[in-house]
């Protein structure tokens, strides 16, 4: 009887060894990021992104898949990114952690964990990224970024270039109907 209890103690203390293994999500070593303005009705200018505390730079609706830097808590991915409204020239910043486990990459690289980012009027941040290695799109978080006044100057030459070398205030585009947004307008 004890040769028996032993035995299937050893198989539960096993099983419970190899479900925790496989319940831990490994730390990515790379990341495929991508930073995006909100709607074509709403653009804006990305300033600065940070993963895990190191900057990077993504331009526009561009992105880029890089080396993620390791973070002190292996269960999130730490961002904090900065940004001008084009139209409202009122510029923000939001920090938030995004949980590993909820980063998956796509079905065609399953090992490639994908972030999105969308940033949309009053500050709004939507981070979302493939359901469970599939095509399908998922909201992961999402957050109102706070109003940063001090950065609206450091701006200022962006917004003239893109003000004279974009068509952000063409006609057209600007008869489309803003985006909505989950944030409150947080005045000037």
């Known amino acids: 009887m004890n040769r028996i209890i032993s035995r299937l103690l050893a198989l539960l203390a096993a099983f419970l060894i190899l479900t925790s293994v496989a319940a831990c999500k490994q730390y990515p070593e790379r990341v495929s990021f991508y930073g995006s303005s909100a709607f074509h009705r709403w653009p804006i200018e990305i300033g600065n992104i940070s993963l895990n505390e190191v900057y990077i730079r993504v331009l526009g609706n561009g992105g ?42 796509s079905k065609d690289l399953p090992e490639l964990p994908i972030v999105k980012i969308l940033i949309g009027r009053h500050g709004e941040v939507v981070v979302s990224g493939p359901k469970n290695g599939s095509y399908e799109e998922i909201e992961i978080l999402k957050v109102c970024g706070q109003r940063a006044p001090d950065n609206d100057a450091s701006f200022a030459g962006d917004l003239e270039y893109l003000a004279a070398n974009t068509n952000f205030n063409d006609p057209k585009r600007l008869a489309l109907p803003l985006p909505d947004s989950s944030c409150p307008d947080p005045g000037h």
């Open 64 to 105: 880029a898949t890089i080396g993620l830097p390791q973070n002190t808590d292996k269960e999130v991915i730490s961002i904090k990114i900065s940004w001008v409204e084009f139209y409202s020239k009122r510029s923000f910043v939001a920090s938030f952690d995004i949980p590993i486990a909820q980063v998956t990459g």
